[in-house]
Structure formats: structure tokens, C-alpha cells
């Protein structure tokens, strides 16, 4: 599936040095530029702002692949996570650098900034959620509780939970506030791939290699719908800006919309020759770009119901994508350990003067919104459509942009900031609930807090040493309810499957009698 053995996704030479160049054409050989239909009548410029996207440039400072990527709310700062253990964060604006968190024992699978980007969490393999303050100092905390993988972290929109899927088949909601496990959500009978929050936090959307797609109440704590793709299980999925649809990346080459109030699949696309990993939709929720393991990046127009533009760039699959929080740039991560972040150009106008006038429409005449249209049946999109495919190359060397020098931070258990640091060493101001949280904090909560406390109030150490020991016991019994869960889960799973075989044989007695 690498590069190499697909004419398409190759790199192309250019007598550039690095500088990305357009193609045209699409899967059957060339074709001409997208022509836009002549609106019915006047609106918003959008053909002025249609323009290719273009590589801004690519990062290179992780030793493996890189599995997620996230940007700060202000677009000033990327985060990305990687199966060398590492997180990075790295500074867009300004002279450009580069800070590596080093803390998880093993491969990192997701990173998300908090929505106003003083915090930042991470997944695992290592069994473990932590939450940074990204700041020169790594200064983190450890949420336990999975007994496996955690594939997937996530904030709510207000910033107060995270959403945390592992392969241990759970859901686990947890407080950012008290650094502690909320509740646990199970239904899954296999991995869980993904799990994110709906905008106004009060659903919860998540796939399964058990290839069902359940959104849940987070206030009743129960699965209130479940969409089933017999065709294959999805990698990821998310909800649209709106809060109304989700989308699903399937391993069997499919994105998927779904509206979750009529429970009916909008739209289903099939233009990506491998798994897709990932998807993003853009904040106007008129675009989703895809990454798939054909080494690909799509751009599909919602409201067009098409595939516009195909990306190349990477040497391998591609595992993650995100879009910034204003749309105008978008970052990817992928097999050959590069990052590339690009400009979005094709929607650079204000998004949010283009959602005004989709609410003072009066005109039936009005392109359609994503949210007016639902098809009598599923449509499929496929390879035929027209497309732009953009192919910067990386065979001549860059000699213009250098990599950004890399600074190892190596992780501290405490959110308390030392009062010899200046603001000028932190790279972002710490976040205020946790910049005090050792004052906060009690003594179940963190083995971190006992020793902020031990200094700040100063506590003999024989009390403090006991309270150590009732964090250590505490992490233990957290882990043990865990592993219970995991087997009453398993006994749930045997039980089902015992009624099911039962009623096999009921229906073979009624048949012989």
C-alpha cells in the first residue's frame, strides 16, 4: 500500500526547489479544471475563494508514524502523537520550534488541545490518558483506569470532560477538573476505535471494530441508537459542526454521513482505494477532508456531494487529520513519521458570514444546505467524479526551509509552576484550574498533589508516606474495579451468546417435532 508501488501516489519530480505543483486529472487520466455552476442568483463570493490547496511545508522530528495531529485553538501551535513514544508541539508563528514530550511508556495513539488550548491530553498504549500543561516544564498527570490500549482522546466542547476508547471495550468519561474517572460506557463487543463528543456535549458518538457506530446519553448513560456497517467496522468518526450528522471512516474504503435525528444514512462515499483512517470536516461543515491508507488525502464537497481535490504528499499511509479551528489550514500525519501542514485556499473566505446567509435564505433557489438535504436512498460517490489532485514533491532537497530545532522535555508529576521561571520560557500560559490545582487537590487524587502539598504546607514525611501508600492502594482498586468490569463484560458477551445458541436449539426442536 506504500507510495512507491502506485503510479499515483509516487512523488513527481519538479524543477522546484520542494515548491508543490497542481496536477490535473483524476484516476483515468487527465482532466479539465472544476468548473463551477453559475449561481441562480446573487450570493456570497464563493468561486473567488475557490482556489487549490497548497503544502505550507513539512515537519520532520518523530522517529515512527505519526498518529494524530491537533491544532491549538489560535492555529499558533500544532500537537502531534506518534508510536515513538512521543508528543510534539510545534510553534507555527514567529521562528518556528519544536518541543517534545517525552512521558508515556509506550506508543502514543491521539492528542487534542483543550478548546482554549492551555492543556493538552494524550492516549496510549500504555494503558493511560495523561493531560499536559505544554509548557517548557511537561508538567503532566496520569489518569488511569483502561486495562488496554486507549485509542482515542478527546475534550468536550466546554473543556470540563475528556472521552477516552480503548480496546479493553469501554468508554470512559473523565473530569479535567478533578482528574478523575467519571463513569464508564459499555456495549462494544469488540476494540473500540474511536470516541468523540457531540458540540453541545450531551451525546457521545463511537465506533467499534465490532463494526457498529452507537451514540450514547451522556446524561442517562446509555446507548440511545446504533447504526450497523456489515460491510466492514469504522476507524473513526465525528460530528459535524452542527451537532446533527456524523461521519464515519471505514476500513472498507467508505466515508459514511449519517443524521442522527432521522437515524438514515445522507451520503456515502467510496472514492479511496484502502482503509480510511481519519476525517475532519472543515467548520462550515460544507467540506470533510479523509486520510486514508492509500497514502491520500480527498476533500469532498458536502453540499456538491463530491470528491473535489485528491492530495498526495505523503510516502505511505496516511493516519491523521485535522483542521484548524478558523479552516484555514489543515495538518496531516502519516506512515513516513512527516507532518505536513497545508492552507486551505479553497474556502478562505469567512465561513461564518457564509452560515448568516444560509439562515437569511428566502429563495428556494438557494444552493442547499448539507442539513436540507436527505435522499430517498444512500448514494454512492465514486472515482469517476472530476477532481483537482495537488502533488508537491520532496525528491529535490529543500534548501529553503529548514526543520525547527527540537527541544526534549521530559515529563514532571506536578502542575505547580517554579517561581524562578519567567514568562518568557513557557511556550504557553499554564491553565489556571490546574496551575493551582496542588492547593485543590486531595489526597486520592494524585500521587503528584501529595508531594506539592508535602512542600507547600509542610507535612512530616511519616504522614506523607501514608498518604503515598493510600494513593498507591487507591491506584490499585481503581485498576481492580477496571478488570472487573472487563470480566462481567466478557460474562455479558458468554451469556448472549449462550441465550442465542439456546434459541437455535428451541427452533431446531419446534422443527423436527
Keep these: 500500500m506504500g507510495g512507491s508501488q502506485d503510479a499515483l501516489l509516487a512523488p513527481r519530480m519538479n524543477s522546484g526547489l520542494g515548491r508543490p505543483r497542481l496536477e490535473r486529472g483524476g484516476f483515468e487520466g487527465p482532466r479539465p479544471r472544476r468548473q463551477l455552476p453559475l449561481p441562480r442568483r446573487p450570493s456570497p463570493p464563493m468561486a473567488s475563494a475557490l482556489e487549490d490547496p497548497v503544502l505550507i511545508r513539512p515537519f520532520r522530528g518523530h522517529r515512527a508514524a505519526v498518529t494524530g495531529v491537533a491544532f491549538k485553538a489560535d492555529a499558533a501551535g500544532l500537537a502531534t502523537s506518534s508510536l515513538d513514544r512521543f508528543l510534539m508541539v510545534w510553534k507555527l508563528k514567529t521562528q518556528c520550534r519544536a518541543y517534545k514530550f517525552v512521558g508515556h511508556a509506550e506508543a502514543v495513539t491521539s492528542v487534542q ?10 492516549a496510549s498504549q500504555d494503558h493511560t490518558v495523561r493531560l499536559w500543561i505544554p509548557c517548557i516544564h511537561g508538567e503532566s498527570s ?24 480503548s480496546n479493553d471495550k469501554s468508554i470512559k ?45 451522556t446524561r442517562n448513560k446509555t446507548c440511545i441508537d446504533s447504526f450497523l456497517d456489515y460491510g466492514g467496522f469504522a476507524n473513526f468518526v465525528d460530528f459535524n459542526p452542527s451537532g446533527t450528522c456524523i461521519a464515519s471512516a471505514g476500513s472498507n474504503h467508505t466515508v459514511k454521513l449519517w443524521d442522527i435525528r432521522m437515524n438514515k444514512l445522507l451520503q456515502h462515499y467510496k472514492v479511496h482505494r484502502a482503509g480510511v ?29 463530491r ?84 502533488n508537491p514533491t520532496f525528491d529535490v532537497t529543500n534548501t529553503q526551509t529548514l526543520d525547527p530545532p527540537v ?25 489556571s484550574v490546574l496551575a493551582t490545582s496542588s492547593k485543590r487537590k486531595s489526597e486520592n487524587e494524585s500521587e503528584s498533589a501529595v508531594h506539592n502539598v508535602d512542600k507547600q504546607t509542610g507535612i512530616y514525611p511519616s504522614l506523607g508516606n501514608a498518604l503515598e501508600h493510600i494513593v498507591d492502594q487507591l491506584d490499585v482498586l481503581t485498576l481492580t474495579i477496571s478488570i472487573l468490569e472487563q470480566r462481567l463484560t466478557l460474562t455479558e458477551d458468554k451469556l448472549k451468546e449462550c441465550l442465542e445458541n439456546q434459541q437455535k436449539l428451541l427452533l431446531q426442536g419446534r422443527q423436527e417435532e
Design 407 to 431: 527541544i526534549e522535555i521530559s515529563s514532571s508529576s506536578s502542575f505547580s509552576t517554579p517561581d524562578d521561571v519567567s514568562s518568557e520560557d513557557l511556550q504557553y500560559p499554564l491553565a
Design 142 to 165: 496520569v489518569l488511569k483506569g483502561h486495562t488496554a490500549s486507549v485509542r482515542t482522546v478527546s475534550f468536550s466542547h466546554d473543556g470540563c470532560f475528556l472521552v477516552s476508547a
Design 113 to 122: 488541545f483543550s478548546p482554549d488550548g492551555q492543556l493538552l491530553a494524550s
Design 173 to 217: 468519561i473523565w473530569s479535567v477538573r478533578h482528574q478523575r474517572l467519571l463513569f464508564s460506557l459499555f456495549q462494544h463487543t469488540h476494540w473500540v476505535r474511536c470516541a468523540k463528543f457531540s458540540p453541545d456535549g450531551r451525546l457521545i458518538a463511537s465506533c467499534s471494530e465490532d463494526k457498529s457506530v452507537k451514540i450514547w446519553d
Design 307 to 390: 470528491l473535489i481535490y485528491t492530495l498526495h504528499g505523503h510516502k505511505g499511509p496516511v493516519l491523521s487529520v485535522a483542521f484548524s479551528k478558523g479552516g484555514e489550514k489543515f495538518a496531516s500525519g502519516g506512515t513516513d513519521a512527516q507532518v505536513l501542514l497545508w492552507k486551505t485556499n479553497f474556502d478562505s473566505f469567512d465561513y461564518k458570514e457564509v452560515l448568516k446567509h444560509h439562515i437569511r435564505r428566502t429563495h428556494i433557489d438557494d444552493p442547499p444546505h448539507l442539513l436540507d438535504i436527505y435522499p430517498r436512498s444512500p448514494h454512492l460517490h465514486d472515482e469517476k467524479l472530476q477532481s483537482v489532485e495537488v
Design 277 to 305: 483512517n481519519c476525517v475532519s470536516f472543515h467548520p462550515s461543515g460544507n467540506y470533510l477532508i479523509t486520510a486514508s491508507t492509500d497514502g491520500t488525502l480527498k476533500i469532498l464537497d458536502l453540499l456538491e456531494g
